[in-house]
């Protein structure tokens, strides 16, 4: 259960931090998707689920994650096909997962260069994270240098992990 998990406030920023889908996040914490779609839908801000959305709804991520989907459910059929000596389904359940991975063995290479540079932003964003709730005086000149290169979302996302922070929450338009 994600409410009482011991890592909570990094599940949390992980999720927000716009670099990884619920799957992700998820499988990087040993939690179940269904879970982890639960505990954001009951338990974050609107602001926060939105920009879950964001990365959960990027056309890559549900693409590539359906066709994972339909490999798992072509190796479930064929294997319960096999266990029935149903050979004939069991053949074409295997023919289907077949393609799908035909489909994804040429992304493997570059996923791992994708996942290596999403790990990368994310490790960065953690000690970000770490930074500013270990030092709040810091947050100012964070949100400063975010907001002069327009990314009022992770500006807004420090003003969120620095509560303490004497510096007035601005309105954005």
Same mark, same amino acid.
């Given at each position: 259960m994600l409410c009482s998990h011991p890592d909570r406030t990094q599940i949390e920023f992980d999720?927000? !931090?716009? *670099?990884?889908? &619920?799957?992700?996040?998820?499988? @990087?914490h040993g939690l179940a998707p269904e879970s982890v779609r639960r505990h954001v839908r009951d338990h974050l801000t609107a602001a926060a689920r939105a920009a879950v959305a964001e990365v959960d709804g990027a056309p890559g991520l549900t693409l590539a994650g359906r066709l994972i989907d339909v490999a798992d459910?072509?190796?479930? *059929?064929? !294997?319960? !096909?096999?266990?029935?000596? %149903?050979?004939k389904t069991a053949? @074409?359940?295997?023919?289907?997962?077949?393609?799908?991975? $035909?489909?994804?063995a040429p992304l493997d290479t570059l996923g791992a260069d994708i996942?290596?540079?999403?790990? %990368?932003? #994310?490790?960065?964003?953690? &000690?970000? !994270? *770490? #930074?500013?709730?270990? @030092?709040?005086?810091?947050?100012?000149?964070?949100?400063?240098?975010? #907001?002069?290169?327009?990314? @009022?979302?992770w $500006?807004?996302?420090?003003?969120?992990?620095?509560?303490?922070?004497n510096r007035e929450i601005e309105v954005s338009a």
């Open positions: 999720l927000t !931090a716009g *670099t990884s889908s &619920i799957r992700g996040v998820a499988g @990087h459910h072509a190796r479930d *059929t064929r !294997a319960a !096909a096999e266990a029935k000596g %149903d050979h053949l @074409h359940a295997g023919q289907a997962e077949a393609r799908v991975l $035909a489909v994804l996942a290596e540079s999403i790990q %990368d932003a #994310t490790d960065a964003l953690s &000690i970000l !994270a *770490t #930074t500013v709730r270990e @030092h709040p005086e810091l947050a100012e000149t964070i949100i400063d240098v975010m #907001t002069s290169r327009n990314r @009022h979302d $500006a807004d996302r420090i003003r969120e992990l620095a509560p303490s922070s």
